[in-house]
């Protein structure tokens, strides 16, 4: 990879520069509270952080949060995201409470070396998302006036092509932040040679999100192992009836056509949880798979399930996970889940957790982070890149 890195940049010598940072500290917000309930992204950006501040640089960090619609949403304000990073990194974090204006310009101009800022979250200007190459480059202008050299340390947002990620590199002197290229080193590892048997767990919701990325594995894949939501679908595709349970009928078709051209590498569930409704407290049974009640949804897969996804884990020399096994934030749904997450820091494996649901989901249960691999900071970003496709923000940095 020709990617000038971090260290590149701090032999220059960054003392009293401006670096303008792309982090991806959009996490997850506690819905009623507003709290942040899943630190992990703000961590995994303090490596990068940590050492432009000891080398004297003056740092403006920017970042989005969930998708606000190109004009100010205060629900979707960095602010506290600012606090959490100031206690995380030990300085003050000084806030500019809109992303290149008036409050922006002078945070960024008082700035003393060794200081960092957080600018107010991108999409509250439509210029970061435009399709319309001009209205971001016009952004893009902006926000390149704030650093003399930029770095992305993004990895969740590589795969878009919006004005942080890929217009301003195109305008400053650009390198990848240390989160970006342990992300690439930990990925490509599996995409070159992974170690065999090679076993992937998908969940989630949607087949329609995860098609692209089940087409590009199969043929590399020794098992493919599928629950979550999307599990439904491919019931469905064997002929077997889903009750009320999520089914994207229009996915059915390509669900038998996967499953005939899979050469038996997939492996779906034979039981699940049903429940009379999505509910945390809604009454539930295991049920075998072709007994499902018309009535009912499933919410988790079942313990013969898990038994034999592990079975097929313990095998494994290479894991990649994706997607929860059911609705693991209500207590009732989260046994498939976390028997898989076990099941996976049992092997003796090289790991990678993508997703910041999955990721999420290991934290949220309790569970060793060092148990696993690697915990990939992009959802999106980490299947694009399984998928093979071109992500927009590594190929900026390459130019
Ligand atoms: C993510 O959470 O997947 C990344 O932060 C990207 O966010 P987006 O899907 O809203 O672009
Ligand atoms: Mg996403």
């Known amino acids: 990879m ?15 520069r401006r670096v303008l ?16 309930s899943d630190d992990g992204r703000i961590r995994a950006v303090l490596p990068t952080l940590g050492a432009l501040v000891e080398a004297g640089a003056k740092v403006v960090v920017c970042s989005h949060l969930g998708r606000p619609k190109g004009t100010p949403d205060p629900q979707f304000s960095l602010s506290p995201v600012a606090a959490r990073l100031g206690e995380l990194l030990g300085a003050p974090v000084r806030f500019a409470t809109d992303t290149v204006g008036d409050s922006a310009r002078s945070t960024v101009a008082d700035l003393a070396d060794g200081q960092v800022a957080l600018l107010e979250n991108l999409r ?13 480059g016009a952004f893009a202008d902006q926000l ?3 650093g003399d050299a930029y770095v992305d340390d993004a990895f969740g947002a590589v795969h878009r092509k919006h004005a942080s990620v890929y217009d301003v590199p195109a305008r400053l002197p650009h390198v990848a932040g240390r989160l970006v290229l342990r992300e690439v080193e930990v990925l490509s590892k599996l995409t070159s040679e992974p170690e065999r048997p090679y076993v992937v767990v998908l969940g989630g919701s949607k087949v329609s999100d995860k098609l692209a990325v089940i087409e590009a594995l199969l043929p590399t894949v020794d098992r493919l192992l599928i629950g979550g939501g999307m599990c439904f679908t491919f019931l469905k595709a064997q002929g077997l009836e889903v009750g009320t349970s999520l089914l994207e009928k229009d996915m059915v078709e390509t669900c038998r056509n996967l499953l005939e051209r899979s050469e038996g590498k997939i492996m779906l569930p ?7 409704a999505f509910a945390p407290d809604a009454a539930h049974d295991t049920v075998r798979v072709d007994g499902i009640p018309s009535h009912r949804l499933g919410l988790d897969v079942g313990p013969e399930t898990v038994a034999g996804f592990a079975a097929a884990l313990s095998q494994a020399k290479t894991i990649f996970w994706n997607g929860p096994m059911g609705v693991f934030e209500m207590a009732a749904f989260a046994a498939g889940t976390r028997g898989i997450a076990e099941a996976i820091t049992k092997a003796d494996a090289f790991s990678v957790v993508g997703g910041g649901d999955s990721a999420a989901a290991v934290r949220a249960l309790g569970l060793d982070e060092s148990s696993f691999g690697h915990i990939s900071t992009g959802g999106g970003a980490s299947l694009e890149y399984l998928e093979g496709k071109t992500l927009p923000g590594i190929a900026a940095l390459e130019n």
């Open 2 to 16: 020709s990617i000038r890195t971090l260290d590149d940049l701090l032999a220059e010598g960054v003392s009293g």
């Open 21 to 36: 940072v792309r982090a991806d500290l959009n996490v997850p917000l506690d819905k009623q509270t507003g709290a942040i």
């Open 124 to 136: 509250f200007n439509a210029g970061e998302t435009s399709k319309d190459e001009a209205e971001r």
């Open 144 to 146: 390149a006036a704030f």
């Open 270 to 276: 034979v039981d699940v949880v049903v429940a009379d």
